[in-house]
Every structure is written in C-alpha cells, then in structure tokens.
C-alpha cells in the first residue's frame, strides 16, 4: 500500500551496506520510520532529498513494518540554518527531546507545527542572530513543547501553598512542575532557584508564537537558567 506523508526528518541510520533508515516527524502519524532501499550507492535520487531537518512530501510503500521509502520532495532545507554550526547543533538537541518524549505513530499537529515554527524562526535568523538568541527560540521551543505534552509549568504561584510569588527568592521545584516560594523549600530537595526574570520570560514563552521570541532581550545568565530549569525538568519527567 501507498502512503503519503509531510515529514521533518528527524535522523537517520546506515543499514546494510547500502540502505539506511530515517525517522521522521510526520503531520499525518506523528513520529514514524521508513527504510531507502540503495540510498547509500553513488547514484542513488533519493540522497540529495533526504537529510536531516528537511521538510519533505514522502511517499512510503509498505504492507507490513516500516515499509519502504519510494519518493521524496523537498520543501524547505531550511538552508541559512544547515550552513550555521551553533543553529544546527541547538536543532539536534531538540530533536533528542522529541525522541526521548514522542512516542511512535501519535500524531500531534501542534507538536508538528511547533517543531516546524522553531526550523523556520531559527533559520530565519542564523545569518545574524548571536547565540544568546537562538538560545531563547531554542528555550521558548522547549517550554511549548512540554506544555503541548501536558507538562506545562505552573509559574504563575506558588505550586505547593498557592500564594503569589514574591518578587525574589523564588525557586524551581521540579519534581512539582512549577515555582515555589521560598518558605515552602523547607525539606524540599529537588529545587534550584529561579530569578523574577526568567519567570516573566517563561510566560512570555507560553504567550507568543516562536517567531516573536527572537524580538526579546535577556542576559546570558538568564539564558543559562532556563537552559538549566528546561534540562533538569526534562530528565525528571523521563
């Protein structure tokens, strides 16, 4: 049977001695996977159409497993982002993250669009942008991603007593999902403090689209925190 998809592709692996399989973030079945027979041959068509992070029109052939990859159109190569180091690195970071919390064949349209948001926005701006930059798309990305997964932080009070949070002295509970006030880390051991600014921030993140982010200006230390509060929250809920 003939299947039709609108992919990202998310990585790829050599099987064989001339195959390799390729994963793929799909708008029609979410994260799925398909074989290129002879990609790997120096003639191959189907090469130059699938690397990593193209946005691609696939066709997979398959009665049974994975199925078999018959064609393969680009649409975006998201080229200024390719040709930028410190951008594609930042992507295979976020494609880890979506390995590590999708699970096969459940499709997610917000998901899809949220992870092709951040390819376009970061492309967009990897000519220029400083890393400070594509760090903060890289965070407000990772922030919806989790609240799309039904993660979403509670940064709004505390997430033990419920009272407003102070204007310093906070902290970032993360085994809770959220912020508590300093009274309440009192015998809690899975807190890290968190500044007033990255909590304006994070709401930020939750109240515009990707694109938007790059308009904001936060300091390197804040940068570093949420980057900080994202990966401990990531590896709890793993």
Not at 36 to 41: E, L, N, P, S
Not at 199 to 204: A, E, H, M, V, Y
Request: net charge positive.
């Amino acid at each position: 049977m003939e299947y039709k998809y609108t992919g990202i592709i998310l990585n790829k692996k050599d099987i064989g001695e001339t195959d390799r399989i390729y994963n793929f973030y799909t708008l029609e079945q979410g994260k799925i996977s398909a074989i290129a027979r002879g990609v790997r041959k120096s003639q191959s068509k189907l090469a130059g159409h699938l690397e990593n992070f193209y946005l691609i029109d696939l066709t997979v052939m398959k009665n049974r497993g994975m199925g078999n990859i018959a064609s393969s159109i680009v649409e975006n190569n998201f080229k200024n982002l390719r040709n930028n180091l410190d951008s594609l690195e930042r992507v295979f970071k976020v494609t880890k993250i979506l390995n590590r919390l999708i699970n096969d064949q459940e499709k997610d349209t917000d998901v899809f669009f949220l992870f092709l948001d951040y390819l376009n926005s970061l492309n967009e701006i990897s000519d220029y942008a400083n890393n400070i930059q594509k760090d903060l798309l890289t965070q407000g990305f990772t922030f919806k991603f989790l609240d799309s997964l039904g993660y979403k932080l509670e940064i709004n009070r505390c997430v033990k007593c419920e009272k407003r949070l102070s204007k310093s002295g906070n902290f970032f509970d993360y085994s809770y999902g959220g912020t508590i006030c300093q009274q309440c880390t009192i015998g809690a051991n899975n807190v890290i403090p968190i500044s007033n600014n990255s909590i304006k921030i994070i709401r930020i993140f939750f109240q515009n689209k990707i694109k938007n982010l790059s308009k904001l200006k936060i300091s390197q230390k804040e940068s570093i925190e949420l980057r900080h509060i994202s990966r401990t929250f990531i590896k709890w809920i793993c």
